[in-house]
């Protein structure tokens, strides 16, 4: 008896947690993997006929969109790495008492609704709004000048709303470097630069990767920006998404694009994680 | 006006033929066991041919249906004065609570979040929804999601409406449901940036404005301006139409002239100077001119514009239908309907309600007589036989088949 309770005990332990995986991961992820592949009406309901189709229509019809929301979300990951490393490095090293104020101020606006945040910034910059305005009435930019609806706007956005989620893990990283080590590279003649380029630099890599890993999924997948900031030429593949779930009701176009993104996402993650000598690229994102 | 007094052909169809249904579709497809899994997870649709048509629908619905006391009522936002005197006055009448929740915004995404309830005979908590003439409203009537209105408990709708209403192509008759608002989508422009008296569709196409047009990202209000501009009426047209249309819209926006396909934004782009021409829906120009102080201008083009209609229907699951198809009906009293209109500001289907509002105006002062006399004299809320003959309706789709292609042709324009 006592043999069988500690055989089962470590099964019933974990049962929960399968379940929950099971309840909210595996049903889930299913449901949407069926109606990837099914074909129909929202009137006449849909039906699985493994369609496969389904992808490559979904593919041949927004392949622009899908390519565009990747070099966004490129862009705006390198962008955030080089804006934020500073930001981190300064608040790790020279933030003294006051650290947990400067990332408090970090994070502050994250406590106002994204959604909202983001129209913000189109009533700021809008063509004659309190930015453009001025700078046009002084002659400094021409009439037709506009920032709202370019790739740019968007970008901006995507920057905006995601800079935390590479300053945090950065300086998590940075912090943890030991002061020493960094004395001991000057004591050995080492350049400030140096010290910098081989002590700091690689102690910092695995919070840049998980930087890296928490911006580019999502800022790839993002349509609140586009939608908000863009214009019918910065479409991006969420707002393709959302379109055909919430507007057209194409469940099956929507679930087809969404594994498609997924996928190309995953193979770019572990393609990044290989290139950077990582075999393991959820261990490293945690560290 | 196109309306015509054929009855809509989805709706005969309805009536004559059967659907495949999903069940069959399995049995046909032979779907291989690996699938039976992925199979159960589904959208399941209604997949029945619809009985609430047939001549005694009515009666079979309203069979010992009695008044409860209480009505949900699911509207847009905006669409009733924030302190609902209409709904006290209802409330203090018959002594229904009405339950009023904004919570329509968009007819896709709530199509698609009350279709499983409705799909599995459920109740979705609304007793009386506000629907548009749209794609969808087409799917709520083919899916049999909409309960027949028994007409005998509509007095006042019977002797305010405004005669067109009864022959609307999306539900000649007004089988499922009746007008709440009708609006007019037509162009709107800032006539001191435009410098020019705006009057044609061509205008939407002039290079002079480009990169300050706006038009809309709903496809069918899109593919509605399309249609227009090249000659053809929404009303009647087909794929091929559909193409033509879609290819001088693909023009518009290769020439850089559209600045971007809106949702409600469009207002306030059009306020900033984003935009200085744009599609337009009539209320929210008159509104915005009410209460900004804009001098916003709106035209119906010479080449028409279209007219749509939100419609009070009641869902097949509703709780309280009796005390829903009576506030229905309270809403075509001419005093209500009068009190309503002059808050909102949409085409009112009542026309007795323009001489209501007028002695409304007459007997006011100060801002609000000049308000109230502003929307009884507009030809945005009382529109004119004249206005009414260059309206058209929208596109109409006999098939899931037609809509899919509709949206595979215009989609790719405001989505690229």
Not at chain 1, 178 to 194: H, N, S
Not at chain 2, 58 to 72: L, N, P, S
Not at chain 2, 173 to 182: D, E, I, K, Q, Y
Not at chain 2, 243 to 271: C, E, F, I, M, T
């Amino acid at each position: 008896m006592n043999r069988v309770r500690r055989t089962l005990a470590p099964y019933l332990l974990v049962l929960p947690g399968w379940l929950w995986l099971l309840l909210f991961f595996v049903v889930p992820m299913a449901t949407m993997f069926s109606l990837s592949l099914q074909q129909g009406d929202i009137v006449n309901g849909y039906r699985f006929t493994g369609h496969w189709q389904n992808y490559l229509d979904a593919v041949a019809d927004y392949r622009t969109q899908l390519l565009r929301s990747l070099v966004y979300g490129l862009v705006t990951t390198v962008a955030l790495v080089v804006l934020s490393f500073p930001v981190a490095y300064w608040i790790a090293f020279y933030g003294g008492r006051r650290k947990p104020t400067y990332l408090f101020l970090i994070l502050l606006p994250f406590f106002v609704s994204f959604v909202l945040r983001t129209i913000s910034w189109r009533q700021i910059l809008t063509d004659d709004g309190m930015l453009l305005h001025p700078l046009k009435q002084a002659g400094l930019l021409p009439d037709g000048f506009h920032v709202l609806g370019t790739s740019y706007a968007v970008i901006f956005g995507l920057i905006y709303n995601f800079l935390p989620f590479m300053v945090l893990p950065i300086y998590v990283a940075l912090e943890r470097i030991d002061p020493r080590v960094v004395e001991a590279a000057r004591d050995l003649y080492a350049t400030p630069l140096t010290a910098f380029r081989k002590v700091v630099l690689p102690l910092a890599l695995p919070g840049v990767f998980a930087g890296v890993l928490m911006t580019f999924v999502p800022a790839s997948s993002d349509y609140v920006n586009s939608s908000v900031l863009g214009s019918a030429s910065t479409t991006m593949i969420g707002q393709v998404i959302q379109v055909q779930a919430l507007s057209n009701s194409n469940y099956p176009m929507a679930s087809a694009l969404s594994f498609t993104l997924m996928a190309v996402l995953l193979s770019g993650v572990f393609g990044y994680a290989r290139m950077l000598g990582t075999q393991d690229v959820m261990k490293v994102a945690a560290r | 006006m196109s309306r015509t007094d054929v009855p809509d052909p989805a709706l005969l169809r309805g009536m004559t033929s059967r659907r495949l249904g999903r069940r069959d579709a399995l049995r046909l497809g032979g779907v291989p066991a690996v699938g039976a899994f992925l199979a159960a997870c589904g959208v399941e649709g209604k997949g029945t041919p619809q009985a609430s048509v047939a001549p005694d629908a009515v009666e079979k619905f309203w069979a010992g249906r009695t008044r409860t006391g209480k009505v949900d009522f699911a509207n847009w936002p905006l669409y009733m004065d924030p302190k609902k005197p209409e709904l006290t006055r209802f409330t203090e009448r018959t002594g229904i609570q009405v339950n009023y929740q904004e919570v329509i915004q968009e007819m896709g995404p709530w199509f698609a979040k009350v279709q499983p309830q409705l799909s599995a005979g459920r109740s979705i908590g609304v007793d009386l929804m506000v629907i548009t003439n749209s794609v969808q409203f087409g799917q709520f009537r083919d899916a049999g999601f909409l309960a027949p209105l028994d007409h005998a408990k509509l007095p006042h709708y019977a002797a305010n409406a405004a005669e067109s209403y009864a022959r609307e192509a999306f539900d000649p008759g007004n089988v499922f449901s009746v007008p709440w608002a009708s609006g007019i989508t037509g162009i709107a422009y800032d006539a001191t940036r435009v410098g020019r008296e705006i009057t044609s569709l061509s205008d939407l196409w002039d290079p002079r404005f480009k990169g300050k047009v706006g038009m809309f990202a709903d496809i069918q209000e899109l593919a509605n301006f399309g249609l227009l501009a090249v000659g053809l009426k929404p009303g009647d047209s087909g794929e091929q139409q559909w193409r033509r249309a879609a290819a001088k819209l693909k023009q518009q926006k290769d020439a850089g002239l559209v600045r971007n396909y809106y949702d409600q934004s469009y207002v306030d782009a059009l306020g900033k100077g984003e935009i200085w021409i744009t599609q337009a829906w009539s209320g929210d120009i008159f509104q915005k001119n009410l209460s900004d102080g804009t001098d916003l201008k709106f035209v119906i083009p010479a080449e028409g514009g279209t007219i749509w209609t939100d419609n009070m229907t009641i869902p097949v699951t509703a709780a309280n239908p009796v005390d829903a198809i009576m506030l229905m009906d309270f809403f075509y009293e001419v005093g209500t309907a009068a009190s309503l209109a002059g808050y909102i500001n949409y085409v009112c289907p009542v026309p007795a309600a323009q001489e209501q509002i007028r002695k409304d105006a007459a007997a006011a002062t100060g801002p609000d007589r000049e308000a109230l006399t502003r929307v009884a004299d507009s030809p945005l809320v009382f529109p004119g036989e004249a206005d009414y003959a260059r309206l058209h309706y929208y596109v109409d789709f006999d098939t899931a088949e037609e809509q899919r292609a509709f949206q595979n042709i215009f989609q790719p324009i405001t989505l690229s």
